[in-house]
């Protein structure tokens, strides 16, 4: 019988950089990438991603504010999802990433790590917490049909 690729690829959306985390292949446990450039060569950076991994579903992150409302920064990571489904036949999930920076930082930190070394690795770390909440509620969802 063959398998089922559940893995999944997520993307936390900044200006500077983008976040990247992965499932294993049966989508139970996220894990954080390198992340890529932001700007305009972070769709080309995300299409390799994406061959790389050839995940079933795309998951970016949506940074609402703490009452959900829409800011800036929500539209600069709809607006980079809309481009991406252009090059991309992956459906893509948009998923609430609220204070998962700040749960990267301070797990970061906890590890040891300073500011200086937190810089390139907080997006992805980010990245992997709302993409494994994004699993963990696919699970629920099954265990409870």
């Known amino acids: 019988m063959a398998r089922i690729n559940q893995r999944r690829l997520a993307f936390d ?7 990247v985390a992965t499932t294993d292949f049966d989508a139970i446990l996220a894990s954080p990438q390198t992340a890529i450039g ?14 790389e991994y050839e995940p079933c579903e795309i998951v970016v992150g949506l940074p609402n504010n703490l009452k959900g409302n829409d800011t800036a920064s929500t539209e600069n990571a709809r607006e980079w999802a809309r481009q991406l489904a ?9 998923f609430d ?16 790590m300073n500011t200086k070394q937190m810089r390139d690795k907080v997006d992805s770390a980010a990245a992997a917490i709302f993409l494994q909440a994004y699993i963990d509620g696919l699970a629920q969802m099954k265990g409870s049909s």
Do not use: C, Y
């Open 97 to 112: 990433e609220r204070l998962t920076t700040i749960q990267a930082t301070g797990a970061l930190r906890a590890g040891g």
């Open 86 to 94: 252009l090059v991309s036949s992956i459906p893509i999930i948009l």
């Open 13 to 19: 959306v900044g200006t500077v950089r983008i976040g």
């Open 38 to 51: 932001g700007g305009d060569q972070s769709i080309t950076s995300a299409l390799a991603l994406i061959h």
